[in-house]
């Protein structure tokens, strides 16, 4: 059995959290100390730019400093020369010669 546990934080100690206190301070610092809500409505609007910035379009460096958005299209995006891709066999296992010499065939 492996020996995986769960961490425990407790309540009212979010420093024990580095990634969702790292969030909360860029969160404060670029958004909510910037802005003077009025309504709820428009908090509920900055605070939804705030998030499609951050996660589409903001530069982040566990990404190689590019955007979420961009990262993804080159993971989608197929690369040129296929990777670990095997030649086809022959019912027998074995590479199927007439598929593997097609520069040997004559071309008409």
Not at 47 to 61: K, M, T
Request: charged letters at 20%; glycine letters at 6%.
């Amino acid at each position: 059995m492996n020996q995986v546990k769960t961490i425990y934080v407790d309540p009212g100690s979010p420093w024990q959290n580095g990634f969702v206190e790292s969030f909360h301070g860029r969160l404060r610092d670029e958004c909510l100390n910037r802005e003077q809500f009025w309504t709820l409505t428009e908090a509920r609007v900055v605070i939804e730019d705030f998030r499609q910035e951050y996660n589409q379009f903001r530069p982040h460096s566990r990404l190689g400093y590019q955007s979420p958005a961009g990262f993804a299209q080159k993971q989608i995006t197929p690369s040129s020369a296929p990777v670990g891709l095997r030649p086809p066999c022959a019912e027998d296992g074995q590479p199927n010669q007439n598929q593997l010499n097609t520069e040997e065939m004559p071309l008409d």
